[in-house]
């Protein structure tokens, strides 16, 4: 069992690209999925295209890393895929997670060059806020891409890369978008090893934000739940660095995401039930819950 962690900090668009490398390479995959909230959003997502293990009571880097390495080998000795996605929490140390993969690597399992994706659009504001563990994720990768840069400029595109050789000068950075690139590209991500061991500051945990999820809530009308976005957005709850779920508005299903102060929706399968997660600092976790879960008319 070849083992492929996809890293990148929140809301990089970890599971989309995971969707896309399964699409292009029909090999057989299962992902383990390691949610930073208690309440999984990502892996019904997932399901559609793939199995899934999920782990959504901790971060595999330090909390739960008996639990995840259990995991890794229960999966390899009893489903035995040919590759296994291991797309950890947003906020995990990738280096942690490498280490925790490592003690457990024996001639079945191999560990496969990790995948980053950086968000072009919070690439900055992350550096500047989550310092070093922004950075750990980016210089313990082998490959970086840049993601949500369809439409931004050549330039700028070209900018974030040279900062990205600055922290790693070792890693494979393409500027064409992963959507583009060609078949063997894809193959590629999953026969290139590990390179040798990259030593970054010893850390430990995560950043100290907040997570609150909610599940079974009510969405009255489309543009009701929009402007609760807004608000969101607007920094009135908190600072809010993550949001996503899906919800059923007047019998039809969609899903969200929302990065910072961009945010997308679109249709999507049916769940069992409506959930979403909120991830930020300095959350007001009371008007979260009368927004969300009580449903207060809060616009006339």
């Not at 090999?27 to 295209?49: C, H, P, T």
């Not at 290139?192 to 969405?219: C, I, M, W």
């Not at 660095?241 to 049916?270: N, T």
Request: hydrophobic share 40%; glycine share 8%.
């Amino acid at each position: 069992m070849k083992v492929l962690v996809i890293s990148g900090f929140l809301g990089a668009g970890k599971t989309r690209f995971i969707k896309e490398l399964v699409r292009r390479t029909r090999r057989n995959f299962v992902v383990l999925e390691n949610e930073y909230a208690d309440i999984g959003v990502d892996g019904g997502r997932l399901k559609e295209d793939v199995s899934v293990w999920e782990l959504t009571e901790g971060c595999i880097c330090c909390s739960v890393k008996s639990d995840f390495a259990a995991s890794v080998l229960t999966i390899s000795n009893t489903l035995a895929p040919e590759f296994l996605v291991v797309e950890p929490t947003g906020v995990g140390l990738l280096s942690a997670v490498l280490e925790n993969i490592g003690r457990i690597a024996y001639e079945r399992i191999e560990v496969l060059s990790p995948v980053a994706l950086v968000d072009i659009h919070c690439f900055d504001e992350y550096l500047k806020t989550f310092d070093a563990f922004y950075a750990d994720q980016i210089r313990n990768a082998g490959t970086l891409l840049i993601s949500k840069a369809e439409n931004s400029p050549p330039e700028r595109v070209a900018a974030v890369a040279a900062e990205l050789r600055g922290l790693n000068t070792e890693a494979d950075i393409p500027q064409r978008h992963y959507s583009e690139q060609p078949q063997e590209w894809w193959e590629a991500l999953l026969s290139k090893p590990r390179a040798g061991e990259r030593a970054f500051t010893d850390l430990e945990g995560h950043p100290e934000l907040s997570q609150v999820g909610y599940s079974g809530f009510t969405v009255n009308t489309m543009n009701e739940f929009l402007l609760k976005l807004q608000l969101l957005m607007r920094g009135n709850l908190g600072r809010v660095y993550r949001a996503k779920g899906c919800f059923s508005v007047q019998g039809q299903w969609a899903s969200f995401d929302l990065v910072k102060d961009r945010y997308a929706i679109e249709p999507c399968a049916p769940s069992e039930e409506s959930k979403m997660v909120i991830i930020g600092a300095d959350l007001n976790e009371k008007y979260l819950h009368k927004l969300f879960v009580q449903n207060e008319r809060l616009f006339q």
